[in-house]
């Protein structure tokens, strides 16, 4: 049975006077200044990415294992967000047909660094480069993305279950325990 996971993601750039911050989109280091602000890397592609992949198998959101108001995500590396989504995805027998992100930004130009920024998904994800599309717009200079103020990030996700995580109905209480052990052992990686 193939199910669909959607994620959105906005992030407002940080204030230059803050001494910037890196802008990473991706998992991919795209300059060393005018980067988003966020409690962690502010990687906004990731966090769609995490959230389509959760929304897919039906397990909730980012924030719900990640919440920006634990200090242990302060500055965090994003890509520990989609390897633990993959996690709950493998536990699940969800295999990853295919990624499609769609960044929405005026500005930097994206195009230059479509190429890694797929790699770079790709190999958090232990995917072939074909599975994986990312493609970037511009809102024509409307509204706050327009005005160079943030960036958005939209992920959709199909994804194949097999066997009793091929959810019919019955079958979502059948996959509450593995939430539930997925979500221990995330809890005792962060205790570590
Ligand atoms: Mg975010």
């Known amino acids: 049975m193939n199910r669909i996971g959607q994620g959105v993601d906005i992030h407002p750039f940080a204030d230059p006077l803050d001494n ?8 991919v280091r795209i300059s060393e200044t005018g980067g988003l602000a ?3 890397d502010a990687d906004a592609v990731l966090h769609a990415v995490t959230d389509a992949l959760l929304g897919a198998v039906g397990a909730g ?5 990640f919440p920006s108001t634990d200090e242990r995500w302060r ?3 994003s890509s520990q967000f ?3 989504a993959k996690r ?15 960044i929405i930004a005026q500005q930097p130009k994206l195009s230059p660094h479509r190429d890694a920024m797929i790699a770079s998904i790709a190999h958090l994800l232990s995917l072939p480069q074909g599975h994986v599309n ?3 717009t511009t809102t024509d200079h409307l509204g706050f993305i327009g005005r160079g103020e943030g960036i958005c990030a939209m992920a959709i996700v199909l994804v194949a279950m097999e066997g009793e995580a091929g959810l019919s ?6 996959a509450e325990p593995r939430l539930r052990t997925a979500e221990q052992r995330l809890r005792r990686l962060q205790q570590d």
Do not use: F, Q
């Open 169 to 174: 109905p019955a079958e979502r209480e059948s």
């Open 82 to 84: 989609v390897r633990e």
């Open 75 to 77: 500055n965090a590396d």
């Open 88 to 102: 709950i995805l493998d536990e699940m027998n969800a295999e990853i047909e295919n990624l499609d992100v769609t």
């Open 61 to 65: 959101d980012i924030g719900h294992y």
């Open 38 to 40: 966020g409690h962690s």
């Open 134 to 136: 990312v493609k970037a």
């Open 20 to 27: 910037g911050r890196p802008l990473i989109l991706g998992g």
